[in-house]
């Protein structure tokens, strides 16, 4: 069991991380909006510089793995984040380890689910401009392939796993609960988590 943060050091911050397909950025923007916080999205960020040097996201994690410079900018983005703000929600794999201060959240989806969840949603413009397959089962080795390529890549640069479920203060199955009940059951737990 992890050490509780006492309640001088927390921070009026919310950090989501999740699998992909599993809401995070809906659900992110949805308890911001409810406790009249700012938003702020890691993967929006780190897609807009791969977009900037002419990636779509899978080669972007492919070049992550090779040169730093994509995850350092995220890296500083979150830590400038965790240093100076207050009152936000981030959806990001990484911003409970560099804001321990945080409230942490995990958004746990099968990957299959997720796969047909994520194609339902996406825009014909991003399907073809990031080449993802329209195959739920072949998306979801697409999905697969990107979590080991992260995971390998946080491992080697910051020696952590986001999917180790002690991470984190609460884990929320979006399978089981909508978006709604997502929003509730974090937005709970954190004013619970505040006063404890």
Do not use: C
Not at 38 to 65: P, V, Y
Not at 80 to 85: C, F, R, S
Not at 109 to 122: G, P
């Amino acid at each position: 069991m992890k050490p509780k943060t006492s309640s001088i050091q927390k921070k009026h911050i919310i950090t989501l991380a999740g699998r992909p397909g599993s809401g995070k950025s809906t659900a992110a923007k949805l308890i911001a909006e409810r406790l009249n916080y700012q938003h702020f999205s890691s993967g929006d960020l780190f897609r807009e510089l791969g977009k900037q040097r002419g990636m779509d996201l899978l080669q972007a994690n492919l070049a992550a793995e090779g040169k730093q410079e994509i995850d350092r900018l995220v890296d500083e983005k979150l830590r400038d984040i965790g240093a100076n703000n207050d009152q936000v929600v981030i959806d990001s794999r990484t911003a409970w380890h560099w804001i321990p201060s945080s409230f942490k959240v995990f958004l746990d989806l099968e990957i299959q689910l997720a796969a047909r969840r994520i194609l339902s949603e996406m825009s014909e413009e991003r399907l073809t401009s990031e080449n993802i397959p329209r195959d739920p089962i072949e998306y979801a080795k697409v999905l697969e392939r990107r979590l080991e390529l992260e995971n390998k890549r946080y491992k080697a640069l910051y020696d952590i796993n986001p999917y180790d479920m002690t991470n984190y203060d609460l884990v929320v199955d979006t399978a089981t609960n909508n978006i709604d009940q997502v929003a509730e059951l974090v937005v709970n737990g954190f004013r619970d988590w505040l006063k404890s």
